[in-house]
Protein backbone atom coordinates (compact mmCIF):
# COMPACT_ATOMS: atom_id res chain seq x y z
CA UNK A 1 0.00 0.00 0.00
CA UNK A 2 2.92 2.31 0.46
CA UNK A 3 5.51 2.02 -2.36
CA UNK A 4 9.05 3.66 -1.95
CA UNK A 5 11.16 5.20 -4.82
CA UNK A 6 15.14 6.10 -4.02
CA UNK A 7 17.56 7.78 -6.39
CA UNK A 8 20.50 9.31 -5.96
CA UNK A 9 23.04 6.88 -5.48
CA UNK A 10 26.26 6.47 -7.78
CA UNK A 11 30.02 6.48 -7.33
CA UNK A 12 32.28 9.05 -5.95
CA UNK A 13 35.82 10.00 -4.84
CA UNK A 14 36.66 10.01 -1.57
CA UNK A 15 35.80 13.13 -0.05
CA UNK A 16 32.95 13.96 -2.54
CA UNK A 17 28.84 14.74 -2.04
CA UNK A 18 25.79 12.81 -3.18
CA UNK A 19 22.10 13.60 -2.10
CA UNK A 20 20.16 10.79 -1.70
CA UNK A 21 15.85 11.14 -2.52
CA UNK A 22 13.36 8.75 -1.71
CA UNK A 23 9.44 9.34 -2.71
CA UNK A 24 6.77 7.62 -0.98
CA UNK A 25 3.18 7.26 -2.57
CA UNK A 26 0.26 5.34 -1.59
CA UNK A 27 -2.74 5.63 1.11
CA UNK A 28 -0.65 7.52 3.46
CA UNK A 29 -2.54 9.25 6.23
CA UNK A 30 0.35 10.70 8.32
CA UNK A 31 3.74 9.96 8.82
CA UNK A 32 5.91 8.96 11.67
CA UNK A 33 9.07 8.54 11.05
CA UNK A 34 11.55 8.78 8.48
CA UNK A 35 14.95 7.50 7.93
CA UNK A 36 17.94 6.11 6.08
CA UNK A 37 19.17 2.96 6.47
CA UNK A 38 22.59 1.31 5.11
CA UNK A 39 23.91 -2.60 4.72
CA UNK A 40 27.77 -3.16 3.78
CA UNK A 41 28.36 -6.67 2.48
CA UNK A 42 28.55 -8.95 5.14
CA UNK A 43 27.77 -6.94 7.46
CA UNK A 44 24.09 -5.77 9.45
CA UNK A 45 21.90 -3.46 8.13
CA UNK A 46 22.25 -0.20 10.16
CA UNK A 47 20.87 2.94 10.71
CA UNK A 48 22.31 5.75 9.17
CA UNK A 49 20.01 8.51 10.37
CA UNK A 50 16.59 9.39 11.41
CA UNK A 51 13.78 12.42 11.21
CA UNK A 52 10.67 11.93 13.44
CA UNK A 53 7.19 14.07 12.58
CA UNK A 54 8.27 16.38 15.51
CA UNK A 55 11.65 16.94 13.83
CA UNK A 56 14.13 15.24 15.83
CA UNK A 57 16.89 13.58 14.28
CA UNK A 58 19.09 10.69 15.18
CA UNK A 59 22.77 9.78 13.34
CA UNK A 60 24.77 7.61 13.30
CA UNK A 61 27.82 8.41 15.36
CA UNK A 62 30.11 7.75 12.11
CA UNK A 63 28.46 10.30 10.00
CA UNK A 64 27.31 13.07 12.26
CA UNK A 65 28.62 16.05 11.10
CA UNK A 66 28.93 15.14 7.36
CA UNK A 67 25.44 13.70 6.49
CA UNK A 68 21.92 15.50 6.85
CA UNK A 69 19.03 14.04 6.81
CA UNK A 70 15.47 15.88 5.68
CA UNK A 71 12.09 15.47 4.77
CA UNK A 72 9.13 17.16 3.54
CA UNK A 73 5.84 15.42 4.65
CA UNK A 74 3.85 17.36 2.75
CA UNK A 75 5.93 15.89 -0.57
CA UNK A 76 5.89 12.72 0.94
CA UNK A 77 9.84 12.84 0.40
CA UNK A 78 12.82 12.15 2.58
CA UNK A 79 16.74 13.33 1.68
CA UNK A 80 20.09 11.99 2.60
CA UNK A 81 22.71 14.85 1.95
CA UNK A 82 26.11 13.06 2.09
CA UNK A 83 29.65 15.24 2.27
CA UNK A 84 32.67 14.16 3.16
CA UNK A 85 32.37 10.53 1.68
CA UNK A 86 34.39 8.17 3.22
CA UNK A 87 35.19 4.12 1.20
CA UNK A 88 33.54 3.14 5.09
CA UNK A 89 30.47 4.45 4.06
CA UNK A 90 29.70 2.20 0.90
CA UNK A 91 26.92 0.26 1.01
CA UNK A 92 23.80 -0.43 -0.23
CA UNK A 93 21.25 2.63 0.95
CA UNK A 94 17.66 2.23 2.14
CA UNK A 95 14.72 5.15 2.94
CA UNK A 96 12.31 3.86 5.49
CA UNK A 97 8.64 5.62 6.27
CA UNK A 98 6.78 4.67 9.66
CA UNK A 99 2.93 6.03 9.90
CA UNK A 100 -0.65 5.40 9.53
CA UNK A 101 -2.69 4.79 6.32
CA UNK A 102 -5.73 6.23 5.65
CA UNK A 103 -7.00 2.99 6.65
CA UNK A 104 -5.88 4.00 10.23
CA UNK A 105 -3.54 0.79 10.33
CA UNK A 106 0.03 1.61 10.57
CA UNK A 107 2.73 1.04 7.95
CA UNK A 108 6.47 0.53 7.95
CA UNK A 109 7.79 0.42 4.72
CA UNK A 110 11.17 0.46 2.54
CA UNK A 111 12.68 1.41 -0.82
CA UNK A 112 14.83 -0.82 -3.18
CA UNK A 113 18.41 0.58 -1.93
CA UNK A 114 19.92 2.59 -3.85
CA UNK A 115 23.93 1.36 -4.38
CA UNK A 116 26.63 4.28 -3.16
CA UNK A 117 30.13 3.56 -3.68
CA UNK A 118 33.09 5.22 -2.21
CA UNK A 119 36.13 4.72 -4.12
CA UNK A 120 39.32 6.72 -5.74
Known amino acids: QVQLVESGGGLVQPGGSLRLSCAAS????????MGWYRQAPGKQRELVAA???????NYLDSVKGRFTISGDSTKKTVYLQMNSLKPEDTAVYYCNFRGRLRSFRDYDSWGQGTQVTVSS
Open 51 to 57: VTSGGST
Open 26 to 33: GSILSITA
